[in-house]
């Protein structure tokens, strides 16, 4: 149903801003592709990886519902970091802490994926696990910013980044998530590495888009002056 309304949003964009319409299609799927990868690869997130794992050690009811929080404590205090960054070290540039996140969540992905890792090590991937839930505000933030200039462009480009994403969340982890695979779950871990993967390449593609983007229009303003 979707795809079909979004096809005809863009179809509208057609000639604005002197793009065709296929091309504004592939500036609003990159940051939809953005989010989608963000969404499905911020972390373990719902799946009780961790109370799981923890259940499989042997650990008890108190310390299987209270040692998760700890990662819960940790996306906090990254989601601060990331905003505090984001405003001042990196100048409002967006892009630097989803890379950031996208890189260490594929370390702690592909370690708990290879699963015979060090206890230690394995008590660190589930605990920064949920790092990259910060992202979320930035990616909506920055698309924001990309479209400020067209109030029509921006209302699109936001729901189908909300919509696509949990389009995708509602059935991908009915596949690499499966309870039976507990407390492992390789399938998941691995495509959570691919995500992030996807997640980073998207990030620098729209950085380079909206460099050039905005060169185009700078050019475009000298000529007419």
Known sequence: MFSGYLMAAVYRLDGKNGYHGWQ?????????????????????GSQPAFQLWLKSQGYGVAAVNSY???????????TLLYAWSSDSVFRGARWPPVVFAGTVLIVLNASLAAWEIPTGWKWACYVLGMMGGGISGLTFAWAHEICSEDHEERALVVATMNEMAYVVQAWLPLIVWQQVEAPRYRKGFITTVFLNVGEIAMALLIRFLHRREKAQKARRVSVEA
Do not use: D, E, K, R
């Not at 504004?24 to 963000?38: G, R, S, V």
């Open 68 to 78: 998760p929080t700890l990662a819960s404590a940790v996306a906090v205090v990254f």
């Open 24 to 44: 504004w299609l592939f500036i609003i799927y990159a940051l939809t592709l953005l989010y989608i990868f963000f969404n499905n690869g911020s972390g373990y």
